[in-house]
T-cell receptor, first 116, second 112 residues
């Protein structure tokens, strides 16, 4: 089955620690995205990548880092510099860039990160 | 500033009625507008896409309209069912920057 897989589903982090969220897709999609969702707010874009070895900051990139070494994988690291990391994190992919013929986004099931 | 506004109050309707959800946007010029469904604790799932030159799009019990003059999209679910209860998000593309922008969603509760 093709899809996008995020792991783990729940993650607890102590203050001051970095933590990495996994996102893997087998849809052969070029573009991948990381969003953060807080209660009562829309999805906010953290980072996005349109091609391997290239990525761009989204609207709230501070305190986060990503890599795109393989087409299938787009891990997100939440660093200790992120002051309020507790949130629901969603990874998505699309077949091409957003501007191409109205592509849709496919989402993973999300990772709920809690700082303890 | 750019905004995508969806009604933050939950919409409560009776089974069998038509649900209508609104998405308003400012300072965007989207070529497409999309609607997604999100269930609690899960990722959004794509439902429908409508292009700027389309006034209306239908898929089974779903209908979407797109008025670029009013900068508004309406999302209708006819003959609603309790299984339609979820949060519905609208999303715009930003053609210039190759991003999706999402609204905060409206929660729909369909009562039997």
């Amino acid at each position: 089955d093709g899809g996008i897989t995020q792991s783990p589903k729940y993650l607890f982090r102590k203050e001051g620690q970095n933590v990495t969220l996994s996102c893997e897709q087998n849809l052969n999609h070029d573009a991948m995205y990381w969003y953060r969702q807080d209660p009562g707010q829309g999805l906010r874009l953290i980072y996005y990548s349109q091609i391997v070895n290239d990525f761009q900051k989204g609207d709230i990139a501070e305190g986060y880092s990503v890599s795109r070494e393989k087409k299938e994988s787009f891990p997100l690291t939440v660093t200790s510099a992120q002051k309020n990391p507790t949130a629901f994190y969603l990874c998505a992919s699309s077949i091409g860039p957003v501007g191409d013929a109205g592509v849709e986004a496919f989402f993973g099931q999300g990772t709920r990160l809690t700082v303890v | 500033s750019q905004k995508i506004e969806q009604n933050s109050e939950a919409l409560n309707i009776q089974e069998g009625k038509t649900a209508t959800l609104t998405c308003n946007y400012t300072n965007y010029s989207p070529a497409y507008l999309q609607w997604y469904r999100q269930d609690p604790g899960r990722g959004p799932v794509f439902l429908l896409l409508i292009r700027e030159n389309e006034k209306e799009k239908r898929k089974e019990r779903l209908k979407v309209t797109f008025d670029t003059t009013l900068k508004q999209s309406l999302f209708h679910i006819t003959a609603s069912q309790p299984a339609d209860s979820a949060t519905y998000l609208c999303a715009l593309d930003d053609y210039n920057f190759n991003k999706f922008y999402f609204g905060s969603g409206t929660k729909l509760n369909v009562k039997p």
